[in-house]
């Protein structure tokens, strides 16, 4: 599956499009979930439940994000994918997400074991899709999307997550 090109996406997109190369789509996404899981595991306890700022996302609330969007991504790219060019597939406001979950009970390891199960459907979607299927337009709402510019959202997605992290959050971890 080849990257996805301009027209494929929303402009908004093109920062996380910008993060991933031009390697075969399901050796990055493989590479990504194990870079992802070794990230996460490798933060220590006490960072769990920080945040940089009062109004700003823990580390926990961070990754359940991603996982979130993850979902709803493959959603997208499922409906797409099928040929499904009616089905408005509306945004999603990641900070109603977030506020409406109590982490508190939550370990992070709970959120990798999700991540994992998560991005193990991703990966099953995306490695029986064809190429055809991956190009077919999503009625994104504001602007058109196909699945194979959600794939490449997803995987960039994380890595915009993980820079901040390491620039904002985990700044004095060594």
């Known amino acids: 599956m080849q990257k996805p090109t301009t027209n494929e996406y929303n402009p ?12 075969d ?10 870079e992802t899981v070794q990230f996460f ?4 306890e006490d960072k769990h439940d920080y945040k940089y700022e009062q109004d700003k996302w823990t580390i926990k609330q961070v990754f359940l994000h991603i996982i979130d969007t993850e979902r709803v991504f493959n ?9 499904d060019s009616e089905t408005p597939l ?9 506020a409406s979950v109590d982490l508190s009970g939550r370990t992070l390891d709970s959120l990798i074991w999700e991540f994992t199960a998560v991005r193990s ?13 991956s190009e077919r337009i999503g009625n994104n709402i504001a ?10 959202i997803m995987i960039g997605h994380i890595l915009h997550h993980i820079d901040i992290m390491n620039e904002r959050y985990l700044e004095d971890v060594a």
């Open 25 to 34: 789509f399901l050796d990055q996404l493989n590479e990504n979930t194990a």
């Open 143 to 152: 602007f058109p999307i196909t699945p194979r510019a959600l794939g490449y």
């Open 121 to 133: 459907a991703t990966v099953a979607l995306f490695e029986n899709m064809t190429d055809e299927q």
């Open 90 to 98: 509306h945004k999603m406001d990641p900070d109603k997400y977030v």
């Open 41 to 44: 595991s490798q933060i220590p």
């Open 12 to 23: 908004y997109f093109q920062k996380y499009i910008d993060l991933t190369n031009e390697d």
């Open 75 to 83: 959603y997208r790219a499922l409906v797409a994918s099928r040929g």
